[in-house]
């Protein structure tokens, strides 16, 4: 049997916060990503939030039947056996990482589409399209109300709507985001925000345009106007789809690497 600390370790104590940061820290995506959250709810268990410090430089975190993992792993029998059992308890079946999982995982862990990392770096700026703002009757907010845009960006599921009315309330209500929209007679008819951060990258997320508005160029300009704001002091970068792709290229972003994504079912293995 093997001897000494566990491998994998919940992050409780201020020193294990510490190392978790320094283990994202240079880390795009994860290092705003992972590190707001660690911020935000590391010190509450009940929020369903959970971070864990791995072998080699990984760090996970965990959230319902979610994961992302960062960093490297060894790739050894006792690692794989640990991890996979960890997960197995938990039922976590979709992780998303920073590298491809080592070979040996593929039997249980299919591999999906990738996610394209895209970058604006600290002091540049997109080529900002032509405003809409002001056609069509559109009024741009700059605090919108977060209810009606959670409703907007997950208007197919109450469920995921709430999770993200509760966490993007949170994450500003502390300082860490904002979000733009643009409204139609009072209702957000397009929006993108930021609600992840940390002192070196602004995290975009949540772009998202009513399908009858779409095809007239407000997320194009909502997106870049944003991007452009938060690039003064900081590097942003985002997540996208691959039928994506020729959107945001055109729009002026910079491919900065891929996200890999995993899914599995446990029920069958």
């Known amino acids: 049997n093997r001897k000494g600390p566990p491998m994998i370790q919940a992050v409780t104590t201020p020193q294990q916060q510490a190392e978790y940061r320094r283990r994202i820290a240079g880390k795009p995506y994860f290092e705003s990503v992972l590190g707001t959250h660690l911020a935000l709810f590391g010190a509450h268990p009940a929020s369903g939030w959970m971070f864990y410090l791995l072998p ?9 039947g979610s994961g992302a993992l ?18 197995r308890f938990l039922h976590v079946d979709c992780l998303r990482c920073e590298h491809p999982l080592p070979a040996a995982y593929a039997n249980t862990w299919q591999s999906g ?20 703002a002001g056609k069509w009757g559109l009024t741009l907010d700059t605090a919108p109300s977060m209810l009606p845009i959670s409703r907007l960006v997950f208007a197919e599921s109450d469920a995921e709507a ?92 910079v491919q900065n690497g891929m996200i890999q994504q995993y899914t599995t079912d446990w029920n069958i293995k």
């Not at 589409?113 to 809409?132: D, E, F, R, S, V």
């Open 70 to 87: 960062c960093g490297g792993l060894p790739d050894d029998e006792d690692t794989r056996e640990e991890l996979q059992g960890f997960l």
């Open 56 to 64: 080699g430089t990984a760090v996970l975190e965990l959230r319902g």
């Open 162 to 253: 709430d999770e993200f009315y509760s966490t993007a309330c949170t994450a500003l209500a502390h300082g860490y985001g904002t979000c733009r929209a643009l409204l139609y007679n009072g209702k957000p008819v397009c929006t993108v925000g930021c609600y992840e951060q940390s002192t070196r990258e602004a995290y975009m997320a949540a772009g998202v345009t009513a399908p009858e508005w779409r095809g007239r160029g407000l997320a194009g300009w909502l997106i870049a106007s944003l991007a452009n704001e938060l690039a003064a002091e900081k590097d942003v970068c985002f997540l996208c789809l691959p039928h994506l792709r020729e959107f945001y290229q055109r729009l002026g972003f």
């Open 113 to 132: 589409k990738p996610l394209t990392l895209w970058t604006l770096p600290q002091g540049h700026a997109l080529p900002p399209p032509k405003p809409p």
